[in-house]
């Protein structure tokens, strides 16, 4: 099982950027698939973004698409979460996840989770 360990979030005006990360450990990272969520008050948790083992291949929430880019880096056991033209509405706690199911969107299909980054931004 792979622990995981988010950083980077904080409070960001709108049109701002911020970059978050996730850091790996515990087992073979590059053999899982990757995504982030978001949550916020009120909602379950929303697919923003997932990531192929080999960082060919994204997949991303329409609500984000052209702002927000996922990349990973395997030789630093890393995923990362580059966020520009940042709304209000994308204010949440953002959590890291690994799994082997593909490039999917559904909460259940990940099996590790981070504790979560809050990024607030302000209008």
């Known amino acids: 099982q792979v622990q995981l360990v988010e950083s980077g979030g904080g409070l960001v005006q709108a049109e701002g950027s911020l970059r978050l990360s996730c850091a790996a450990s515990g087992d073979t990272f590059s053999s899982y698939f990757m995504a982030w969520f978001r949550r916020t008050p009120g909602k379950g948790r929303e697919f923003v973004a997932s990531i192929t083992w080999t960082g060919s291949r994204t997949y991303y929430a329409d609500a984000v698409k052209g702002r927000f880019t996922i990349s990973r880096d395997n030789a630093k056991n890393k995923v990362y979460l580059q966020m520009n033209s940042l709304k209000s509405e994308d204010t949440a706690v953002y959590y890291c996840?690994?799994?082997?199911?593909?490039?999917?969107?559904?909460?259940?299909?990940?099996?590790?989770w981070g504790q979560g980054t809050q990024v607030t931004v302000s209008s």
């Open positions: 996840a690994s799994g082997s199911r593909g490039l999917s969107s559904n909460v259940t299909d990940y099996a590790a």
